[in-house]
């Protein structure tokens, strides 16, 4: 069951058990909910179309069927609807054939250049939530064409050429400027590169019952995780209120476990402390004045295997330990990080070079006994997989899924559609993330929220999706104030307040 603060995103699997349970179970006809579907997605297409005529673009399933009822809905009213099917419509069966039967005017015609020009709107209705793969001809001519101009896109259920349950895209992909989605959303309309075809994305209600089976897997991060931000209580102390240790830093790179450090205490941490190597510790010192600093053995300006036994010290009254920012990719560093992950019992954030330090070795993470949380972005968790990362960002549902299994750990892979991933195969998908995050530092940001967050008590499967969810308003926030494009990673430490906040605009 996924947890209460997750909007539910139904896999393609999923939406088929709630069709059947309603038709067979229910006894509600299929042809009653295809007929609500398409009401819904007429309402759609009314508000986003501009003057001229619509034409909708069906193929012989039953997303053709869903197409075909707006069809006659928007004839009906008298507007100007031209209905396209590349293959001929001489196979539907069902409630697309009896809608096939129910259309007045001009039956569908077959797609030819030019069709589309001078639209109104476009409704893609060709491809349903059970496509996967690549989209064949004359499907993919279609879609290239429903792209190649210029009237709105609204999207029949999820547009044609992604995959429902994963986002994946495989060929060319509609790129709608709305989705009208029946019962609740699919991950793929949430999960990146399918999130960016999907454009506004709308659930229409198609008279499901209540009672019907809900998914157990993929669901959508929602204001209500804030509910479980730990607060301070008036009876607490600086020990209760979360320890963190932040490990990392070399010559060169102390910005790095600062941002971690501050991002930590502005979250609500306790007290902070950071490791770093001795030579170092001076410049830290400076800049983190609530923080204590200690200076490790060192190797060069880096850290080295020898302060493990330290660490380990430090750790001891910690509720949490972020290593890896700032850390560097010497070859002693990497040990340090490898031989930490394996000696430190409390819950642990791996970032950045430490997850370098991991490169092929993700499966050693599996010994810890503490909890694990891993924050990659596509580069990072393709050197954990040994993939490129264009195959990470072309398959991001299954490889985080990959590395959560593979690792024992929870995994978050950073992007516009950061995923939590647990080993159990549970996915926490979030809303949205803001373009004023794509600047340096923002990731250590993120790091020491979530080792606060860890350090507080919370589990890390919550913990991780509390923190991109405050990460993305303080991002919001701090655009606000300086705009998108001006905003550094100081600014969002700053606005992380606003982020943790249980109401606000996002």
Request: hydrophobic share 45%; with cysteine.
């Amino acid at each position: 069951m996924l947890a209460g603060w997750l909007d539910p995103l139904y896999e393609a699997e999923e939406m088929r058990a709630v069709d059947a349970w309603a038709i067979a179970e229910q006894e509600v006809p299929s042809l009653h909910l295809m007929e609500r579907a398409g009401i819904g997605l007429a309402r759609a297409v009314v508000r986003a179309a501009r003057p001229g005529p619509v034409r909708i673009v069906v193929g012989k399933g039953n997303n053709g069927g869903d197409g075909l009822v707006v069809a006659r809905l928007l004839r009906e009213e008298g507007r100007a609807v031209d209905v396209i099917a590349p293959a001929p419509l001489d196979g539907p069966t069902g409630d697309a054939a009896a809608n096939l039967k129910r259309l007045p005017g001009a039956p569908p015609g077959p797609f030819e250049p030019g069709c589309l020009d001078g639209s109104g709107a476009v409704v893609d209705a060709l491809l349903g939530t059970g496509f996967s793969g690549r989209p064949r001809e004359p499907v993919a001519g279609a879609i290239a064409a429903i792209n190649g101009q210029d009237a709105p896109v609204v999207a029949c259920d999820v547009p044609s050429g992604v995959d429902a349950s994963t986002g994946e895209v495989d060929g060319e992909a509609v790129r709608a400027t709305l989705t009208a989605t029946f019962h609740a959303p699919k991950p793929g309309l949430y999960v990146a590169p399918g999130a960016f075809h999907a454009g506004e994305v709308e659930a229409v209600e198609i008279g499901i019952p209540r009672g019907a089976p809900e998914p157990s897997r993929v669901g959508l991060i929602s204001q209500r995780v804030l509910a479980g931000y730990p607060r301070r209580g008036s009876d607490g102390s600086k020990f209760a209120s979360g320890v963190v240790v932040v490990a990392g830093g070399a010559r060169g790179l102390t910005g790095a476990p600062a941002m971690a450090a501050l991002a930590a205490q502005r979250a609500g941490a306790g007290y902070v402390q950071v490791a770093v190597p001795a030579p170092a510790q001076p410049v830290l010192e400076l800049r983190l004045l609530e923080a204590m600093t200690r200076g490790l053995p060192d190797e060069d300006g880096a850290h080295s295997p020898a302060g493990v036994g330290e660490l380990a010290e430090m750790a001891e009254r910690a509720g949490a330990v972020v290593l890896g920012p700032g850390l560097g990719r010497t070859q002693a560093a990497g040990g340090f990080a490898r031989e930490s992950a394996q000696a430190l019992e409390v819950p642990l954030l791996i970032d950045a070079d430490g997850l370098n330090a991991h490169a092929s070795q993700i499966e050693s993470l599996r010994g810890r006994t503490a909890s694990t949380v891993l924050t990659p972005h596509a580069a990072e968790l393709g050197r954990l997989l040994d993939r490129s990362p264009d195959e990470v960002n072309a398959h991001r549902l299954a490889c985080a899924r990959e590395a959560a299994n593979r690792s024992g750990a929870i995994v978050l892979l950073k992007g516009h559609d950061t995923i939590v991933a647990a080993p159990d195969g549970r996915v926490a998908v979030s809303p949205g993330g803001s373009p004023a995050l794509a600047t340096a530092g923002t990731g250590d940001v993120l790091s020491g929220l979530i080792g606060a967050l860890l350090a507080k008590g919370l589990g890390p499967f919550e913990a991780a999706a509390l923190g991109t969810l405050a990460h993305v308003r303080a991002g919001v926030a701090a655009a606000e104030r300086h705009g998108a494009d001006h905003v550094v990673a100081g600014d969002v430490i700053d606005a992380l307040p606003a982020g943790l906040a249980a109401s606000g605009s996002r």
